[in-house]
């Protein structure tokens, strides 16, 4: 009976080390699996596809023309987009707002559809003009009472499954207009951005 009562204490030492031991060990798997989770979701980030849109320009801002209008869709990533769908719509901002603050809707869609664009690929994306521009018209760009801009949205899925989303907006600025018809445009202020 002695040495009984002697173990009990031991015993009950033991199993509080053992459950000491299986906490520590239930905070280390916690923690190991929170470790790789940001190294899986770090590593998702350095792979996926990331599509960029670049090189917006116009030609023939001239009276009689039909301007031509394009710019460019870039996978920088190093994975490739799939089902990638893009839509955009030009857009005058009139009566001294900003292209910033001029709320576009689509109204026609261009629609520059494909099902995979390669890690360091691109796309040229052509926008057409509906008809000759008008002298008055050609005017107001030039001095910016009238503003051309290119309001559009992307949505593309990576090679981890998760669908992505870029809106872009754009205005050609007058300063960037040259006397041939030739421009280039910039980003607004908002209406940029992308997950």
């Known amino acids: 009976m002695i040495v009984s009562l002697c173990q009990a204490p031991i015993t009950l030492a033991g199993v509080i080390l053992l459950l000491r031991n299986v906490s520590q060990t239930d905070e280390a ?20 596809a990331y599509l960029v849109t670049r090189k917006f320009s116009v ?12 710019y460019e869709i870039a996978n920088t990533g190093q994975t490739p987009a799939y089902k990638f769908i893009v839509k955009s719509q030009l ?24 099902t995979l664009l390669g890690a360091g690929q691109s796309v040229a994306v052509p926008i057409r003009y509906e008809a000759p521009i008008a002298y008055d018209e050609v005017i107001a760009i030039q001095f910016g009472t009238s503003t051309l801009g290119i309001f559009g949205v992307v949505i593309y899925w990576d090679a981890f499954g998760k669908r992505r989303r870029l809106t872009f907006k754009v205005y050609l600025d007058p300063n960037y207009l040259e006397d041939n018809g030739c421009g280039v445009f910039t980003a607004c202020e908002r209406g940029n951005s992308g997950d």
């Not at 790789?36 to 980030?45: D, F, L, P, Q």
């Not at 030609?59 to 031509?68: C, D, F, Q």
């Not at 900003?98 to 629609?111: G, H, L």
């Open 29 to 48: 798997l916690r923690e190991a699996r929170n470790a790789n989770s940001i190294a899986r979701e770090t590593g998702e980030r350095q792979l996926r």
């Open 91 to 114: 857009f005058f901002a009139e009566g001294g707002k900003s292209a910033s603050e001029t709320k576009v809707r689509f109204t026609k869609d261009i629609d520059c559809s494909r």
């Open 59 to 70: 030609s023939g801002i001239m009276a009689g023309n039909v301007p031509k209008i394009r």
